[in-house]
């Protein structure tokens, strides 16, 4: 759910809390100043809708390059790889639904969903499930490190991989159900290309939207950095004063593995902000139906905020890849494995003819030799003469064989 959602009198829009203000008298209110958020929202260009694919290619790359990056052993009985994978598990529905959604705007296509009410109705489930539950998993991944950094005594029974499990699977399940709703509380409008949300649902949607899928989530990031940082500056401080140099090295390359997931963390704030906010004035404008200027100006940067949005569900493999030598040095090492596996089959199958024809000449050479002492000891052989040539080489081909 974006910023454009949020309104419901733009024509040929796909809105997600449609009829905010009930989608009948608000076109009438917004006469005048409808038509341009409206030529705002549907005239964005061949430049935006670049942009928009771009985003959402590079995010799936990296969602599904998060599953053999985090592969390893040496990952298995940590707790942060689960809620990364789950991110990346999240995250690249949204994507592909944004992306199907923009493409088919920019193609005039927009019908295809919006008055299809059992497409309109799953891809809203979809999309609301997952736009809520990434931010919350960020949440619990960062309430993970807090734990870590805070109570590193409890680290051991608290951020295990079968608690990650538990708390991402819960995260997941308070989603859908948040979601239920939607599933029979979506309409069409004949003749036109929206689907909406139903009246008695509209207050349900926008508290979903401006408070547990944005400000909250947010709120709950900042706070939980903000206590983290602290703390480490504490821990080094105190490190200077009563360690050695020696033992203070070690605990900075402890603090510096954290560094990555911090900065997951900090960048999902980054991402999710600028439309958290936007969303919340265009909200109190739209409900106190005032300032239509501030309203027609936030749609103008409206694309700027929906690609830094995208951007929030793609981005962590590339934050670990740009922060962690380490973690470039994994990726590597698996891209090389998978190069030499390769290599080292096709050696096998180009050896296995001559193994075989190696064999083959052995063996012919084997036989060609015992024949020749068979015919050298049949002339030399006098007092023996029962003993045949035939049967040398039987015996001896035997041996050999």
Known sequence: MTLEETTTSMPGEINDVDALTNGTDSNTEFNGTDQNISRFINNRGPAYWYFNVIT????????????????????????????????????????????????????????LIGSNLAVCTLTKFIKNTTTTLSPWLVVGLTLDRFYCVVFP??????????????VCSCLTGFSVVLSLPLLNGVKTVPGSQICFIKDYLVSYSTFIRMVLTANLPCLLILVLNIVIGIHIQRSVTFRKRFTSTSSGSTENKLDKSLLPLMLISIMAFVTLLPSSIADSVVLILLVTKSDFKTLTFIFKLWPVFNILYLMNFGQNFYILMASSANYRKIIKTKLKCQNVNGRNN??????????VSAFVNFRTYINESSTRQSEQHSQTSVTSPTLGSDDCCTDFTEITK
Do not use: H, W
């Not at 990056?69 to 949204?94: I, N, Q």
């Open 346 to 355: 096709n050696d096998t199958v180009s050896r296995t003819p001559g193994q």
């Open 153 to 166: 005594l409890k680290r051991d029974r608290i951020c295990t991989r079968r608690k990650a499990t538990i």
């Open 56 to 111: 959402v290619v590079l995010g799936l790359v990296g969602n599904f390059m998060i599953f053999p990056l985090l592969g390893g052993v040496k990952f298995s009985s940590l707790s942060f790889p689960v809620y990364l994978r789950f991110l990346a598990f999240s995250d690249c529905p949204v994507l592909m639904i944004f992306c199907i959604k923009e493409s088919l705007r920019y193609f005039q296509s927009s019908y």
